[in-house]
């Protein structure tokens, strides 16, 4: 969202490009983005939100090995630009990623066979699965790779923002948050 005199503009992109359009100081404030070294060289986080986990998505007639460092050459869908991209180049770097412009096309690769799995946030991956009615087909592994918090974000300098984003999460009260969780998580 970019604020313009009295009115607030939002913009909305691919997932690569919310975080570029924060970088490029097109947009004030993230609703949601996980906390790592590249985005704090030119974001300044809230405190936290909410947590998520992030699983490999695979057909049910598939079976993945537990472990990712046992994947061989089996192709992974990835969202361009995602934490779970980043995190998956520097901690498996021999996987053999596919990078899809969102975590929608991605299903749709996995659906196809044209990739062996498929790497999401489980929220976001159920969601999509139960809209396109997929739930059957595909699932997670057993065990989430990632656990990570959420966070809102603003660009580099913009404490004012910040903390006003901070009040107002703190001056939420447990039942707010609730009712917020059931509409928008």
Known sequence: AKKTGNEIRFRM?????????MQQGE?????????????QEFLEFSKPIYQIN?????RRDAKLPKDPAKFGQRRIAVTTGSYQESALRRSYPDLNLVSYPSWLLSLEALKKDKVDAAMGEDLTMEVLLDDLGWGSEITAQPKPL???????A???????????????????SPKEKEAMERVWV
Do not use: C, M, P, Q
């Open 13 to 21: 992109s691919d997932w690569a490009g919310t975080v570029k359009a």
């Open 27 to 39: 947009v004030d404030i993230h609703s949601g983005l996980f906390l790592n070294k590249e985005r």
């Open 54 to 58: 992030s699983s490999f998505y695979h």
């Open 146 to 152: 990632f656990s990570n918090v959420v966070y809102g």
């Open 154 to 172: 603003v660009t580099k300098g913009n404490e004012e923002l910040l903390t006003k984003i901070n009040d107002g999460l703190a001056s939420l």
